[in-house]
C-alpha cells in the first residue's frame, strides 16, 4: 500500500480493498425518517398509527417482496395499520404523504466518511458500496453526495442479489473489486447485516457505531474517524 495508507488505522491500512454499507455508514439524512414520519401523519391528519421503529423492524421483509421505495413504503404502511386495527389505505395515504416528504437526495456525509474515502483514493485502494434497499433510493443517496462515481461499483443488495447479511452482495462486490475476500474489509453500522454478513463472507469487518453486539472477529469503532490517524 502506498505511504498515503498510514493514515489508516487496522483493519483498514492492511487490506487491498474496501466495501462500505451506505446508510449511516457513510450517509445519513438531514431529516431524519421519524420526523418525516410526523409530518406525514399531521398531513392527513390523523393521529400516529404506528412508531418509526415498527417502520425500521419491518423494512428488510418488505424490502426483499417490493422493486422501489415507494412500493416499499406503501405495501408496509399498508400492513403496520391493518395490524393496529386500521384500515390498509389509510396506511397507504400515509406512505405517500411520506413519499411527498422524504427527499432521498436530501443526505449528508456521515462523520468521517468523506476523510476515509479521500484517505483510500490517495492510497489507491478499491472500495465498493454494499446497500440493503431500493435501487431507486439508494442510488439518489448515492448520487447526492457523489459516491456512485467514486465506488468501483455499487451492488444493491436484496435486487440484485440476495440481501445482507447474505454472502452473495458482498461476493458480487469483492468479484467487481478482484480480491479475495480474505483481502478485504467490509466497514458498516449493522450488527447482523454489516459486520456478520461480512464475516460470513470470509472478510473483516468495522461495526460502526455502537448498536447491536459485535460478532467475534469484528472491530468496533465509534465512527469513521476512529480509522484515521492524525
Given at each position: 500500500?502506498?505511504?498515503?495508507?498510514?493514515?489508516l488505522?487496522?483493519?483498514?491500512?492492511?487490506?487491498?480493498?474496501?466495501?462500505?454499507?451506505?446508510?449511516?455508514?457513510?450517509?445519513?439524512?438531514?431529516?431524519s425518517?421519524?420526523?418525516?414520519?410526523?409530518?406525514?401523519?399531521?398531513?392527513?391528519?390523523?393521529?400516529?398509527?404506528?412508531?418509526?421503529?415498527?417502520?425500521?423492524?419491518?423494512?428488510?421483509e418488505?424490502?426483499?417482496q417490493?422493486?422501489s421505495?415507494?412500493?416499499?413504503r406503501?405495501?408496509c404502511?399498508?400492513?403496520?395499520?391493518?395490524?393496529?386495527?386500521?384500515?390498509?389505505?389509510?396506511?397507504?395515504?400515509?406512505?405517500?404523504?411520506?413519499?411527498?416528504?422524504?427527499?432521498?437526495?436530501?443526505?449528508?456525509?456521515?462523520?468521517?466518511?468523506?476523510?476515509?474515502?479521500?484517505?483510500?483514493?490517495?492510497?489507491?485502494?478499491?472500495?465498493?458500496?454494499?446497500?440493503?434497499?431500493?435501487?431507486?433510493?439508494?442510488?439518489?443517496?448515492?448520487?447526492?453526495v457523489?459516491?456512485?462515481?467514486?465506488?468501483?461499483?455499487?451492488?444493491?443488495?436484496?435486487?440484485?442479489?440476495?440481501?445482507?447479511?447474505?454472502?452473495?452482495?458482498?461476493?458480487?462486490?469483492?468479484?467487481?473489486?478482484?480480491?479475495?475476500?480474505?483481502?478485504?474489509?467490509?466497514?458498516?453500522?449493522?450488527?447482523?447485516?454489516?459486520?456478520?454478513?461480512?464475516?460470513?463472507?470470509?472478510?473483516?469487518?468495522?461495526?460502526?457505531?455502537?448498536?447491536?453486539?459485535?460478532?467475534?472477529?469484528?472491530?468496533?469503532?465509534?465512527?469513521?474517524?476512529?480509522?484515521?490517524?492524525?
Amino acid at each position: 500500500m502506498p505511504d498515503d495508507g498510514s493514515r489508516l488505522a487496522a483493519p483498514l491500512a492492511t487490506a487491498d480493498a474496501v466495501t462500505f454499507d451506505l446508510d449511516d455508514t457513510l450517509v445519513s439524512y438531514r431529516r431524519s425518517p421519524g420526523e418525516v414520519l410526523a409530518a406525514a401523519f399531521e398531513t392527513v391528519g390523523v393521529d400516529p398509527l404506528f412508531p418509526v421503529e415498527a417502520y425500521y423492524e419491518r423494512f428488510a421483509e418488505f424490502n426483499d417482496q417490493t422493486d422501489s421505495m415507494a412500493d416499499l413504503r406503501e405495501a408496509c404502511f399498508a400492513a403496520l395499520a391493518a395490524e393496529r386495527g386500521h384500515d390498509s389505505d389509510l396506511g397507504r395515504t400515509v406512505a405517500r404523504a411520506f413519499a411527498r416528504e422524504r427527499d432521498h437526495g436530501n443526505v449528508e456525509w456521515c462523520p468521517g466518511a468523506r476523510e476515509v474515502l479521500d484517505t483510500l483514493d490517495a492510497a489507491d485502494v478499491s472500495y465498493a458500496v454494499v446497500t440493503n434497499g431500493p435501487p431507486d433510493a439508494q442510488a439518489a443517496k448515492a448520487g447526492a453526495v457523489g459516491v456512485d462515481e467514486r465506488a468501483v461499483t455499487v451492488v444493491f443488495a436484496g435486487h440484485d442479489t440476495a440481501a445482507k447479511p447474505d454472502p452473495a452482495p458482498f461476493e458480487r462486490a469483492l468479484s467487481t473489486l478482484g480480491v479475495a475476500a480474505g483481502d478485504a474489509v467490509h466497514v458498516g453500522d449493522s450488527a447482523d447485516s454489516d459486520a456478520a454478513g461480512a464475516l460470513d463472507a470470509g472478510m473483516g469487518a468495522v461495526l460502526v457505531g455502537t448498536d447491536g453486539v459485535a460478532p467475534d472477529g469484528a472491530i468496533r469503532v465509534p465512527s469513521l474517524t476512529a480509522v484515521l490517524r492524525d
